[in-house]
Each structure stands twice: as structure tokens, then as C-alpha cells.
């Protein structure tokens, strides 16, 4: 009796995601042609970011530290730093106290001691 009540919902089951898959396969479809470009770019941004970031910052900000400088750590992680309304206001650089940081109208410049970034690797962060 078991068997063939499991066997009942199963085919059930079956017949039905078939149906359902049939209308939404092609949905989903559509939806990763249209947004691939669009979060491939937007990766490639954070990928050049956390590049920038380890070589830049890494030594005083970085993941391993202990006490990482300006209680500022894990600079790697530029996804969690895009996520900490601390230091990032979405789509607000001028606001962003890690944008600040940088262009210098937060002193002490980062990166310290060493040059600030030139124009190309502001504009990289600001994407
Ligand atoms: C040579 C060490 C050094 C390097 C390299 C460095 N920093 Fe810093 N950073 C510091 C120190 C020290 C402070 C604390 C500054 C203060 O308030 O006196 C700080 C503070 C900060 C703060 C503010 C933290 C807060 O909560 O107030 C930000 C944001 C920051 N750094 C970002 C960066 C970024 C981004 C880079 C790389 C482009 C970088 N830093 C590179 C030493 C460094």
C-alpha cells in the first residue's frame, strides 16, 4: 500500500515539474543570456579591485593581520567592503569614507607611505 502511494506521488510529481519546467526553462533561459554580460563586467570590476587592493593595501589592511590598521581589515573581501555602509554609500563615492580615503579628502591618504592611485585605479574603484 506504501509502495504504490509513493509510486502515485512520484509519477504525479513528475508529470508535473515536467509541465512546469516546459514554461519556465525558457524564462530562465532568456533571463541568464540577458544578465551574463552584466555580471560578468561587474565581477571583472571587483576582480580588478581586489587585485588592486591586495597589492595596494593588503600590508596594513589585510585578511591575516591581527590588528589590521584604522581597525580596517579584510580588504581582500571587496564584496563584504561594498556591503559596510561604514565605508561604502552605494553609487556615492564622495560619500563613501573609503572613496575618501583615497582621492585624499580623508587624511591620512591611502594607500600611506606609498603613492596615492593615479586616476585610472579611482575610476576602477568607483565602478
Ligand atoms: C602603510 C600602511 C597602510 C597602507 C598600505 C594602507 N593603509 Fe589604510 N590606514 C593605515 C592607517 C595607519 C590608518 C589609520 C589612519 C588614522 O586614522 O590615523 C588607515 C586607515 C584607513 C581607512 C579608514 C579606516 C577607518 O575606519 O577610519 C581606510 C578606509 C583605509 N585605510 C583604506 C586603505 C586602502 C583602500 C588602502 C589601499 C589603497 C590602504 N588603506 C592602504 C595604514 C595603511
Known sequence: ??????????????????GLARVILPGVMLMALVASP??????DVTERVRALF??????CHGAELKKPKGGLGNIEHVQALLANAKYVKRFDPANSLLYQYLDGSQTPQMP????PLTLD???LVRE
Request: hydrophobic share 40%; proline share 0%; aromatic share 2%.
Open 112 to 115: 600611506k607611505g606609498d603613492d
Open 121 to 123: 585605479e579611482l575610476k
Open 54 to 59: 591586495t597589492s595596494k593595501c593588503a600590508d
Open 38 to 43: 552584466v555580471l560578468a563586467q561587474s565581477q
Open 1 to 18: 500500500m506504501d509502495a504504490m502511494m509513493i509510486h502515485f506521488r512520484t509519477q504525479h510529481g513528475s508529470v508535473l515539474d515536467a
